[in-house]
């Protein structure tokens, strides 16, 4: 049954083949896991929420009648559930004043975020990007990771397309402050 | 110029996020996932049956009460019944009863035929 369209299993599952659903499950379940558990932050839970996904999707695959693209309403399901379950949780997040966003030229970003690589620079990314809050941290995992387009992006989150572009370029910058302060913090330990 | 100096920083930074530690799902997952799923098929069909069950049953009492409420409107005269003549009802008692009894025994000796030469589908 490999290589079919989503609809073809969509069609069959509203027919009555649930067991069509694996297949739906072994496209999508591994990439939807990975953003859920890097904005939850937490495997448990997003294990859990990786399920509540899936039983959402199938409660509600009347409504989706082949309209648009399937992955992108799945993330949508996916991207809404995760940043409820991180709002319940109510944890602080660090906020970034408008004016240290202002002061950084976009050049500085773009330089500065280009050259991170090593291990190293790669844990202090995880580390900025558990400081952003969940809706800014589930934007850029579907821009960069996911590698969502524009117009997928603006199904997905419901915003409009100038408005997507001006929060992917404040989270750019609030990447680039964070990063750069852990750059910091990093240089402070070294000369103790 | 510009444009392809952000384009390739652009693919640096989705490489960089590319090089982030890939995550996988329990093994368990697929197996959960479908048992979670054939049973919330098996409960979206029992809704789905009992919404039909109660639409059927509220259309047909909603068609008896406007029947009822129709036939009271159109002032249609009472029905007369004709007199029943009692004195035949032992007799019919008297053979109705031997019907019955008849088609239980028939009953019974078919089950007991049954079973004993194993002829019923299991």
Known sequence: MEGLSDTYYINRILAGDTSCFACLLDKYSQPLFALIFRIVQNREDAEELTEDVFIKA????????????????????????????????????????????????????????????????????????????????????????????????????????????????????????????EEKNQDVVHKK | MEKETNRVQEDRLKALFKQMPAVSLSEGFRSQMMQRIEKEAVRKRKQQAWLEWSMLILSSTIMIVAAVLGLKELEIPVIRWPQIDTSLLFIYTYIGSIALFLLWLDYRFRRWYDKKHGTKEK
């Open chain 1, 58 to 181: 199938f409660r509600q695959l009347e409504s989706f009648r082949g309209e648009g693209n399937f992955a992108n309403w799945l993330y949508r399901i996916a991207y809404n559930m995760a940043i409820s379950a991180v709002r319940k949780k109510k944890m602080e997040y660090l906020s970034i004043e408008d004016s240290q966003l202002t002061n950084v030229s976009e050049e500085e970003v773009q330089e500065a975020l280009g050259s991170y690589g090593t291990a190293q620079q790669l844990e202090w990314l995880d580390r900025a990007l558990a400081q952003l809050p969940p809706d800014d941290r589930a934007l850029i995992l579907l821009f960069y990771i996911e590698e969502k387009s524009l117009d997928d992006l603006t199904g997905i989150t419901g915003l409009s397309l100038s408005n997507l572009k001006v929060k992917l370029h404040r989270i750019r910058k609030k990447l680039y402050v964070l990063l750069t302060e």
